[in-house]
T-cell receptor, first 117, second 113 residues
Framework: DGGITQSPKYLFRKEGQNVTLSCEQN?????MYWYRQDPGQGLRLIYY???????QKGDIAEGYSVSREKKESFPLTVTSAQKNPTAFYLC????????????????FGSGTRLTVV | AQSVTQLDSHVSVSEGTPVLLRCNYS??????LFWYVQHPNKGLQLLLK??????LVKGINGFEAEFKKSETSFHLTKPSAHMSDAAEYFC???????????FGRGTSLIVHP
C-alpha cells in the first residue's frame, strides 16, 4: 500500500540537542510538506519542497532545517535554536506543485510527537 | 490571498443527532476546499473536497458539505452522529493563486452517548 511513514512516533529531546524526524513516502509524489500542530492553532507550515534538491521556508521555519536529496524522503531537523519545539509534527505530500494536481488533496503521515525533557 | 475561519472551536452533539461544523473562507480566485478529519495522535484523513464541480459534495462516512459562493461558506454536515465521529475536523482552502493550502484552526467534535 502506498503512503507516508513518519518515525519515530514519539521523540524526546534534551535542551540544546538537535533531533531529526523522518518522513518517507512511496506515492511517487513530487511535493512534500512539514507542518507543526499545537492545540487550538491548527497546522502551521514549516518547510515545503516541490522537487528534489529544492525547498522553501514556510511560515515558521526559524529553528528548523530540511533536506530533499531523494524524492521519497524529506527529513526535518529541529535544532537547538528552536526555543519551543514541543509539538505534534505532521509530514504530508501531494502529486506536485501544479495547482490543478494539488486539488486532489494531500496525504498525511501519522505524525511524530516531540517533547522537550 | 486566502484564509479560512472555522466558526466553532468545539461542537457537542448526542449520538444520532445531526452534525453541523461551520467554515467560512476568503479567496482571491475560485477556491478548492477540503475537509479533513484527525483522530487523536493520528494524521489527517481527507473527508471530502470541492473543486468547482457540483456544489454539494459527498464524502466518506456519511459526511456532506455544500459550497455556497454567495455566503463564502463550506459547512460540513452529517444527518446522524456516531460515537466514532468524535475527532478534530479541519477546513482547508486552496485558491487559484497558490498551491500551498491554508488550514483552519480546527473544530473538535464531541459525541455524547
Amino acid at each position: 500500500d502506498g503512503g507516508i511513514t513518519q518515525s519515530p512516533k514519539y521523540l524526546f529531546r534534551k535542551e540544546g540537542q538537535n533531533v531529526t524526524l523522518s518522513c518517507e513516502q512511496n506515492l511517487n509524489h513530487d511535493a512534500m510538506y512539514w507542518y507543526r500542530q499545537d492545540p487550538g492553532q491548527g497546522l502551521r507550515l514549516i518547510y515545503y519542497s516541490q522537487i528534489v534538491n529544492d525547498f522553501q521556508k514556510g511560515d515558521i521555519a526559524e529553528g528548523y532545517s530540511v533536506s530533499r536529496e531523494k524524492k521519497e524522503s524529506f527529513p526535518l531537523t529541529v535544532t537547538s535554536a528552536q526555543k519551543n519545539p514541543t509539538a505534534f509534527y505532521l509530514c504530508a505530500s501531494s502529486i506536485g506543485p501544479d495547482r490543478l494536481r494539488n486539488i486532489y488533496g494531500y496525504t498525511f503521515g501519522s505524525g511524530t510527537r516531540l517533547t522537550v525533557v | 490571498a486566502q484564509s479560512v475561519t472555522q466558526l466553532d472551536s468545539h461542537v457537542s452533539v448526542s449520538e444520532g443527532t445531526p452534525v453541523l461544523l461551520r467554515c467560512n473562507y476568503s479567496s482571491s480566485y475560485s477556491p478548492s476546499l477540503f475537509w479533513y478529519v484527525q483522530h487523536p495522535n493520528k494524521g489527517l484523513q481527507l473527508l471530502l473536497k470541492y473543486t468547482s464541480a457540483a456544489t454539494l459534495v459527498k464524502g466518506i462516512n456519511g459526511f456532506e458539505a455544500e459550497f455556497k459562493k454567495s455566503e463564502t461558506s463550506f459547512h460540513l454536515t452529517k444527518p446522524s452522529a456516531h460515537m466514532s465521529d468524535a475527532a478534530e475536523y479541519f477546513c482547508v482552502v486552496l485558491s487559484g493563486g497558490s498551491y500551498i493550502p491554508t488550514f483552519g484552526r480546527g473544530t473538535s467534535l464531541i459525541v455524547h452517548p
